[in-house]
């Protein structure tokens, strides 16, 4: 029999235009080069990720450390080590992909959408290493690498193989647990290590304050991570001494509201800072304490901070009173849709339906908080005499007294008048809420002279204020100043006898007053 020989198959010209057509979903080199600027707000955040995941492995501790590469003196390493549960070498796949999660849109905890591994690493260090073990001394270890992606040598994550944790690197290695390795850091937000460690502990100490408080615990270097309440009503790396504002509120959200909602409680708390106790900290320290310039809401997803902001507030702006008191916000997972919640657990974009239902309750909390610390700064400086009064009281024996008020007697020698001793006006200042335009009003009365300033005015809401809120350089010697100042203009206008000229006088006051409420909003 003669030998049968298979032709060759040869494609076919419109089998190879098909082919040509075909377009994978992801560009690998394209996509790893897009998802390293994925949006962290810098290294805390990006390691917020890797503590959520060892939390959530039910984790008791973790540490983390930076260090200089044992394999590399110039460059820096990030490890991260905990005593989790660990993963097996198929978990351990699972996780360094992008998009994989053995925990993929569970709502019982912090993780829900499988990226956080590997985008948060990438987007600090072009190399990931993880050993991770299930029991003692079978540690399984692979890696991601930038790098090798780009030069095409890596397409697929490595699998697993058994790999002891290097021990140049010092690690306590507990019965079960991970450590991730960042390897060739060229992103992190600070280049110096000092300054890095401090805001790692301040921002991870805030993120986490809720587990830390909760038993969890966390070292960085070595040194343990105290929780740092944005609200200082708890212990921790911060003042303590805010008080509590009415009663906790609580929002029950049914499962019936859209598509894709779910049912969840949502829980809120405001308190207010003792104004009596901390007017008279220094601006450094209202600003290092985080009562200046600081204003909002504490959002919190199963007790975890993700967001810091002024949410809920409806039409009331921000003002400067509102330094003064703080909100804190938490809801669980299952209502991630009605929150926006993003993927890298940074923000938040709250549907209508939430805004709606939280903001008439926030607004007008808030518009009561910013009164009472408005009235208690009235009652803090009512309570004790200004330089700028004292100073104005002891000129005032030098002038002219107020036309109605009893003139001082005068020595007649060599012709020449001279004026008598005499105690003058004393001065004082206050403040009110009124309806007039006038930014101050002033009045004589028996023997002393009153300037009140307009609270409701933003020449007091603008720039007075916040002398005593801690937003200038040197406040009481600026603030003394501008008291001076309105004394003696109020001072001049009492000695105005003519009608028709204080009338004058008020008209100016007013169109002055109308001219720098223009300029100043």
Not at 18 to 44: E, N
Not at 140 to 168: A, F, N, Q, T
Request: hydrophobic share 40%.
């Amino acid at each position: 029999m003669g030998q049968v020989v298979e032709a060759a198959w040869i494609p076919s010209q419109s089998f190879l235009e098909q082919d040509a057509m075909r377009t994978p979903i992801v560009q690998l080199q394209q996509f790893i080069r897009a998802i390293r600027d994925a949006g962290y707000r810098g290294t805390s955040y990006a390691l917020a990720e890797l503590v959520d995941n060892a939390f959530e492995a039910r984790a008791e501790s973790v540490d983390i450390t930076l260090r200089q590469d044992p394999e590399n003196s110039s460059a820096q390493v990030i490890l991260v080590s905990d005593n989790g549960t660990g993963m097996s070498p198929a978990i351990l796949k699972m996780a360094l992909q992008f998009g994989g999660s053995s925990r993929f849109g569970q709502r019982n905890a912090t993780g829900r959408f499988g990226m956080g591994l590997p985008n948060s690493s990438v987007s600090q260090a072009r190399r990931l290493e993880v050993f991770t073990w299930t029991r003692p001394r079978a540690v399984w270890w692979s890696y991601l690498d930038v790098d090798e992606i780009h030069e095409g040598k890596l397409r697929e994550i490595p699998e697993p193989v058994r790999r002891s944790v290097p021990d140049e690197y010092g690690l306590r290695q507990a019965d079960s647990g991970t450590v991730i390795i960042w390897r060739k850091c060229d992103r992190l937000s600070l280049k110096r290590e000092s300054a890095l460690l401090r805001r790692l502990r301040r921002e991870l100490g805030r993120i986490f304050r809720h587990m830390l408080w909760n038993g969890r615990s966390m070292r960085i270097n070595g040194q343990t991570v105290l929780p740092v309440d944005p609200l200082l009503l708890r212990p921790g790396d911060n003042i303590q001494g805010a008080l509590m504002y009415g009663e906790a509120l609580e929002y029950q959200i049914k499962d019936d509201i859209g598509a894709g909602s779910a049912a969840g409680k949502i829980t809120a708390h405001f308190v207010e800072f003792p104004v009596n106790k901390w007017i008279s900290l220094s601006n450094a320290q209202k600003h290092e304490s985080g009562i200046s310039k600081n204003a909002g809401v504490s959002v919190l997803r199963a007790g975890r901070e993700i967001d810091y902001g002024w949410f809920f507030m409806g039409s009331k702006r921000r003002e400067n009173y509102d330094d003064w008191w703080r909100c804190e916000i938490d809801f669980p997972p299952q209502l991630d849709e009605l929150f926006g919640v993003t993927h890298t657990k940074q923000g938040i974009t709250p549907s209508e339906y939430i805004t709606q239902l939280l903001a008439p309750d926030f607004e007008a909390i808030a518009h009561k908080l910013n009164a009472r610390a408005r009235s208690s700064f009235v009652k803090v400086r009512g309570k004790k005499s200004l330089c700028s009064e004292r100073r104005a009281s002891e000129c005032d024996r030098l002038f002219t007294p107020p036309n109605g008020l009893e003139k001082a007697p005068r020595l007649r020698s060599k012709g020449i008048n001279t004026p008598v001793d005499r105690s003058g006006l004393r001065y004082k200042l206050s403040t009110e809420a009124f309806t007039g335009p006038e930014f101050y009003l002033s009045k004589v009365n028996a023997s002393e002279l009153s300037v009140v300033l307009n609270t409701k005015h933003p020449f007091y809401e603008r720039f007075y204020h916040q002398l005593g809120n801690g937003q200038y350089f040197a406040p009481a010697a600026i603030a003394e100043t501008v008291e001076l100042l309105l004394f003696a203009a109020a001072r001049a206008e009492v000695g105005v006898e003519n009608p028709s000229a204080q009338n004058t006088l008020a008209e100016f006051r007013r169109s002055w007053s109308d001219l720098v409420a223009a300029y100043l909003r």
